[in-house]
């Protein structure tokens, strides 16, 4: 039992304890390897956004055979997909995993509240790409949408700093409440926020009204963004803003949610 | 091993004054004191200190849930080396008390200090260990991933392979831990509270529903850690742990320190002793006997506060009654007086 023996002399803190990198890349990858052993939980996430396609873009001639309107349609979904699995896998898993006995073990372990945050944020965005894939192929083989290669690329990267702002909310509204509480949360946010955004309707349909409280959506701004990169046609003006606006009140309603959080609540 | 504390293993079999009835018997209960440095001479435990550095104190705290106060006013100081056994019934606080020392929570009122620091700041955390409860392991991660995982926070840790063999999980290693025995998942999660080469170890119920070998060998581990110069902090549900690994005992009942001394003091501090005696006759009537539960076929356990003078009794009285057996309380019974006198939980303890 030497190996168990302690360290008698000065704090172990001293002793070039793990950096918050290498303690990110650790949550990262045990996060990463936690949800894919669970093969139901990803195939969902990839094939709600496909099924969407088939019913919905694919049978519809005049979108289908567009090449941009097909792009546009395959962009809403995409950012639908990011959406939803953002919301879900951290809204709702986030709120589960508070409820596990092993979640008050993490938070007791000599790491922040950082690491296990940034490790969420980019397994988002890598479970986000994976959506994102079957419905590049459907479109690239059942629709005229068509992409350059460095348009793609461009398209990619907009969905990983899309789906940072719908991380974070997920994570505010894990953080914030209850299993239970936080399934009703997700949808009455989500569904909204998706038609809102124009992700369901393309927003040349939205009266003006609607049309200004749109804009003023993350779901709209990352549409139109993912639509720039993807097709050309530039975003409104003040998309970037709104984006960036609402993931600084996301994050900060994230970390204050995370601080007060203390495991279980009880009454 | 780079510390070496000599004697760590003073058992109170081997304490220098084990004769009951010299029990001085004069510590009152202990409602809520600050360190309980000075007290027990002679005993190595109770002092705070084997060598003289708090690495764990609460002082004062007092934490709320809503309207139940789960630590009213609490204070307690662990030093260096010591083996603590932290007992209570079921909701007593110990859980809250472990939660706040492990940083986990914020005390309503008063200070917790970890080696020092705040334990809500990771950095006072690196050298404490504790244990998951075992139903909170990952089920999907493989026993040896999660070594890994754990074992990463910490600057030095033991090195996986070796930490699975102490424990006898090796051949587990590729296992999920979903797919564990009860007993496997304990080992686990008394191995995971040890990866990072802590200075002190929280243990919550460490061998809860173990057979006898394995929690033998639980606690073979715990006495070695502690054998290197570990702080052991316990709670357990089973007195009979508590009485077999801790120097100290600490009480806790209904948010409230109830008592805080050496294992010795505290099952000296019950002053009734156990006759067990088998007569045709009904003893419970006898003077000096506060309590009498029949055993079956005569068989009679009998309370008093002085079995002496119930055996003179018994003796000049002439009744008639052979194989005679005198006890000092265990653990179970001063924990039992401890806990029952203002309320009715104390059958939780078990």
Redesign the interface.
Known sequence: ?????????G???T????GPA??TW?HL??QF??TV??PVAVLGNLLFPALAMFFFVVPQKEVAGDPVAATMAVASLGLFAICSASLFTYGLGVAEDRQ??????L??????PAPRMVARVLNGGIFSLFGVVPLILIAWLFTDASVTFSQLLAGVGTVLLVSVPFVLLGMAIGYSLSAKAALPVVQVILFPLAFAGGLFLPPFLFPAWLDAISMATPTRAGRDLLVQALTGEPAYGLAWPVLVGWTVLFAVLAVGAYRRD??RR?? | ???QHTGPDVRPATSPDTAPDTAPDTTPAAGTRGTPSGRTAGAPVGSGARDGRPVLVADHVTRR??D?VALDDVSLSVGAGELVGLLGPNGAGKSTLL?LI?????PDSGVVRL?GGDPRD??S????G????E????A??KVR?VVD??G?????P??TG??LA?FGLTDLAGR?TGAMSGGQKRRLAVALS?V????VVLLDEPTTGLDVGARQALW??IR??HA???TVLLTSHYLEEVQALAQRVVVIDQGVVKADDSLDTILRRVSLRRVVVTSTADLAGRPGVVRADRLGDHRQELYTPDADALVRELVTSGVDFRDLEIRGASLEEAFEEMVARDTTTGGDAR
């Open positions: 039992m030497t190996a168990t023996t302690t360290r008698g002399s704090p172990a803190s002793s070039a304890a793990p290498r303690l650790l990858k045990y390897l936690e052993r669970v596990l006995p092993f979640d008050p073990f938070r007791s372990l000599p790491a922040g203390e495991g009880f009454r | 091993m780079t510390t849930f809503g139940v939660s492990s940083g986990q929570r914020r080696f990771a950095r955390r690196v050298g404490l504790l244990t998951p409860q139903t909170g392991l990952p999907t991660l991933e995982f754990v990463g926070h910490y600057p030095d033991v090195p070796e930490l102490q999920q040890l990072g080469r802590p200075r073979d581990a070695a850690y290197g110069g570990g």
